[in-house]
């Protein structure tokens, strides 16, 4: 008996001599913390719904029709193990703010997707995102819909951190083709819907591991022609506008084919690889019903500026120098 009193005695003394890695961080084994996170889309300026094709699915759609949906997962530092379930929630448009308890002294991994799904509700809309490691289109590829926008991003919660602030960008660019020659065209045709046929377009994206996914998907996709406010004159018309999944070195070919009502009016045929780069927009514009060779291709956005490209009288893209 007197033995076991000296081996707790010197357990405890041991206990009090050597510091828990928890301890050495200030925090006591069970101890919480609260954090709280702020998951941004970049800051656009108000507009009404539809007003011009270059802007985001933020300004063009129309909110009383959509909701602004947040889904965040929180992990172990190594992307591994999940913290808990995964946060829904959604907004008419606004940030995200959440706060959420961890355990003290660790740090976390965070991932934040934001998509826009019918208003009143959280289900899929667009996209499968039921594993963020493969985040694909849901069922096909659609065009001329601004809804189709989203957002993602991640971060690293450092222990002791109690505020985070997530800004959130584009997996995918947004390709668009705008032709200038509409009102000229002869017969009284009038463009109103499109067909739009591609292949080998990258299928999702990764967002665990901040990447395309390798498998690939095709397009063959026809719209209406959306009427945008700043086209009234018809002096430009958006004929093709798609957000696509794409990084710094995907490329599409494709073809466009106008129609008006069931009547096809022209085929345009893009086949050279034409660039779809995250969180920027790229545009084809010219008089593309009436004289293919007379197009220029620009890359754009608020940051870097614009690369343009023209096309020669064979049909071929190049920058312009």
């Given amino acids: 008996m007197k033995m076991n009193k000296l081996w707790i005695v010197a357990a405890a003394m041991a206990m009090v ?10 925090v ?3 101890e919480t913390q609260t954090i709280t996170l702020n998951i941004n889309i970049p800051t656009v300026e108000t507009r009404a719904a539809n007003d011009d094709s270059a802007l985001s699915g933020k300004q063009n759609i129309d909110w009383a029709k959509y909701d602004l949906r947040y889904q965040i997962e929180v992990y172990d530092a190594d992307g591994k193990k999940m913290a808990f379930n995964r946060i829904v929630d959604k907004t008419n ?9 961890l355990t003290a002294g660790r740090d976390y991994k965070i991932y934040a997707w934001a998509d826009f799904v019918t208003e009143g509700t959280l289900a899929d809309l667009h996209y499968d ?17 601004e809804s189709r926008d989203a957002y993602c991003g991640t971060a690293t ?12 960008t584009r997996p995918m660019g947004k390709l668009r083709v705008v032709t200038t020659d509409a009102k000229n065209l002869s017969f009284g045709q009038e463009p109103d819907n499109v067909v739009f046929t591609c292949t080998s377009l990258p299928a999702g994206y990764n967002l665990k591991a901040e ?6 998907t095709s397009a063959d996709a026809a719209a209406p022609i959306v009427a945008y406010g700043n086209e009234t004159s018809k002096a430009n018309l958006t004929l093709l506008s798609a957000y696509l999944f794409g990084d710094a070195s995907t490329t599409v070919k494709f073809s466009l084919t106008a ?11 893009v086949n050279t690889d034409i660039p779809v780069v995250p969180n920027k927009l790229t545009t084809l514009k010219g008089a593309t019903l009436t004289n293919t060779a007379d197009i220029t291709c620009t890359v754009s956005d608020t940051i870097t500026g614009e690369i343009e490209y023209e096309q020669d009288s064979s049909g071929n893209w190049a920058e312009k120098q």
Wanted: with cysteine; hydrophobic share 30%.
């Fill in 17 to 26: 001599g050597c510091a828990t890695p928890q301890e050495e961080l200030g």
């Fill in 28 to 30: 006591q084994l069970g």
């Fill in 93 to 101: 448009g606004e940030n995200y703010t959440k706060e959420i308890t």
């Fill in 129 to 145: 995102t039921h594993d963020f490691a493969a985040i694909t289109y849901k069922d096909v590829v659609k065009i001329n819909d």
């Fill in 157 to 168: 919660i450092l222990s002791k951190q109690t505020a985070i602030t997530l800004t959130l």
């Fill in 211 to 216: 990447e395309l996914l390798t498998t690939k």
């Fill in 259 to 269: 129609k008006d009502g069931e009547e096809d009016i022209y085929t345009m045929e």
